[in-house]
């Protein structure tokens, strides 16, 4: 055989096995980036990261500094992930862990010259409505996710007790990623928490004194906050929402705005 017929032979040869590789990565998932549609989305970075940097519901902005890369790599995983193909309880596990990755994110960009989020912006603009996210192919504001996506997409209104807004009236990050597969539980555990936390949330009497979240989407709630609150209330506090529910009056606690850092 000549060499030009040796070479076209070898190029033949290479072009087989790079579809074969090409096949067997996408036969059991084995991308670069950290998503496959049969494995779903890899969180095991943000783990990381949540378990080491988040103590009871603080957390260690210096730390995530210190891990930013890490953290980026994450957000570029999120950023190559087609949405799309994930379930519906994935989707919405994506779309939180995305808002509360990139509001770490955002808080970095100022960290540690910063004692609240609010300061990432001036009036009238809101730090919420920065293009900052790139997810699916779009840059999009975490405003976007929250409003253009969660809330309409998902009508759940737990979904507000697991999105973080990095201040401390705001329902605490939880120190692990949110999953498809336990994303009930989970979000069931993040309004029990955030609802039995009386430094959030308490009855005196006949008033009950509730977070802002529940005034700014009263309608996310069906408008029965009462009644809610005896879904996921606990103990005595559950019997005393029950037993006074029709005369209950509720009152809005000032949302304080300060770092929920260490």
Not at 188 to 200: G, K, L
């Amino acid at each position: 055989m000549d060499k030009g017929g040796w070479s076209m032979k070898r190029h033949i040869i290479i072009f087989a096995l790079v579809i074969s590789l090409a096949s067997f990565s996408s036969s059991f998932g084995l991308v670069s980036n950290g998503w496959s549609k049969e494995r779903g989305v890899d969180n095991s970075l943000f783990d990381a990261l949540l378990k080491s940097h988040v103590k009871s519901g603080r957390v260690d902005y210096k730390g995530f500094k210190n891990d930013e890369n890490k953290l980026d790599q994450y957000l570029e995983i999120l950023e190559h992930t087609n949405v799309n193909k994930l379930s519906r309880n994935d989707r919405f596990a994506f779309y939180i862990n995305a808002y509360n990755a990139w509001t770490i994110k955002l808080i970095l960009t100022g960290y540690p010259g910063i004692t609240s989020i609010k300061e990432l912006a001036r009036w009238p603009n809101t730090p919420w409505k920065k293009k900052i996210c790139r997810i699916n192919g779009e840059v999009i504001s975490l405003d976007d996710i929250e409003h253009k996506i969660l809330r309409p997409a998902f009508e759940d209104p737990r979904v507000h007790f697991a999105i973080n807004c990095a201040s401390i009236s705001c329902p605490p990050l939880r120190p692990e990623p949110y999953t498809g597969t336990i994303l009930e539980q989970q979000l069931d555990d993040a309004a029990q928490s955030f609802i039995n936390n009386p430094e959030q949330n308490f009855l005196d009497g006949k008033k009950l004194y509730a977070s802002r979240i529940f005034k700014w989407f009263s309608n996310d709630f069906k408008n029965d906050i009462v009644g809610f609150f005896i879904t996921h209330a606990q103990g005595n506090f559950k019997k005393e929402l029950a037993r006074e529910k029709d005369k209950i009056k509720i009152k809005y606690l000032k949302y304080d705005w300060s770092l929920n850092g260490e």
